[in-house]
């Protein structure tokens, strides 16, 4: 009997595809390059599972491509607005999403930019670095405590709700948010309210994003709600970039209308808005959110715990 085929189009912790290999075939792009348009309908021919990356749009042309045994299509995030999940349900196909993982890791680094805004950390490492740091000042590179601080969470899932916790458990910060849907555990265990995404913006001194994208969401903050924003407010983004109006937040940056931001995922992913760089009120981190050993390790394996589950002709275990 031939096994069943498993294409991984890029390279991800070996445990997963070690697990894959003992039951299927198994095809890993270990190209170090997202696939084209051309060498993707190409490689997934012939494919019973994908294992597709955040970088790999996923729909209708991809399904043809791949063909008839086509039963899973396992996305390597927790986000899963690459897939059009319209083209993949018209046919049966399970698609699954890895949320167990990644949920700590992107809360802290949510964290970690929180803290680098607020405290100058990459600006004063630049300044360090290139030699200008002379002698102590009063004066140098004045933040913005964070103790006792209204932390405002748009999207209180399971992301934004493991950085309320930290930010409330860490550093005292009273908790708001915004959601379709009430958290009454958010709001039992650390006294979070929910409130509109206006008083979000009007009340928090640090904001931060962890909604997915869909047309609801995109543009969810744009002109009007950035310049509702405190000017000492720090604004976070480590969900998806088009949530935020890019241009805008960029202007709002220039006239130094807020007092920094952190992005960790841009509107035209890798591109930046033109002038982003000579800003010093903006930290940029390449969508590392959930780049942790320990993460990417257990995405892998719920990755591949799914295909297998569904190749098995079981339930899978994170169907979107
Ligand atoms: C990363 O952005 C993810 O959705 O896991
Ligand atoms: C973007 O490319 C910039 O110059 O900031």
């Not at 209708?60 to 993949?88: M, Q, R, S, T």
Request: hydrophobic content about 45%; proline content about 4%.
């Amino acid at each position: 009997m031939i096994s069943k085929k498993v294409v991984v189009l890029r390279e991800i912790p070996a445990v997963a595809i070690e697990l894959l290999a003992k039951k299927y075939q198994v095809d890993v792009n270990q190209s170090g390059r997202v696939l084209t348009r051309e060498q993707l309908y190409h490689r997934v021919k012939g494919a019973s599972a994908i294992i597709s990356l955040l970088t790999d749009r996923i729909d209708g042309a991809v399904v043809k491509a791949a063909g008839p045994h086509l039963a899973i299509v396992a996305n390597y995030a927790v986000g899963f607005d690459n897939v059009e999940l319209k083209a993949l349900r018209e046919k049966n196909i399970v698609v699954t999403n890895t949320p167990g993982g990644v949920t700590e890791a992107v809360a802290e680094h949510t964290l970690a930019l929180t803290l680098a805004v607020a405290r100058r950390v990459v600006e004063a490492d630049k300044y360090v670095r290139s030699g200008r740091y002379k002698q102590w000042e009063p004066l140098l590179f004045l933040g913005q405590s964070l103790v006792g601080k209204t932390v405002g969470i748009i999207g209180a899932g399971r992301i934004g709700s493991a950085f309320g916790r930290m930010m409330h458990r860490a550093l005292k910060a009273k908790l708001l948010y915004f959601d379709t849907q009430r958290n009454a555990e958010l709001e039992r265990s650390i006294g979070a309210t929910k409130v509109s995404l206006n008083a979000i913006m009007e009340r928090s001194d640090i904001i931060s994003i962890h909604v997915c994208l869909t047309p609801q969401t995109k543009h969810l903050i744009g002109r009007a709600q950035l310049a509702a924003m405190k000017p000492t407010a720090i604004l976070v983004n480590t969900a998806r970039g088009p949530v935020i109006d890019e241009s805008c937040l960029i202007d709002c940056l220039k006239n130094k209308s807020i007092f920094g931001t952190a992005l960790d995922v841009y509107e035209n992913e890798p591109h930046l808005i033109p002038g982003t760089r000579a800003l010093n009120n903006i930290v940029l981190t390449p969508h590392i959110g959930s780049a942790t050993d320990d993460a990417r390790i257990e995405m892998a394996v719920t990755a591949a715990r799914n295909v297998i589950a569904v190749l098995s002709g079981h339930v899978p275990l994170n169907p979107v």
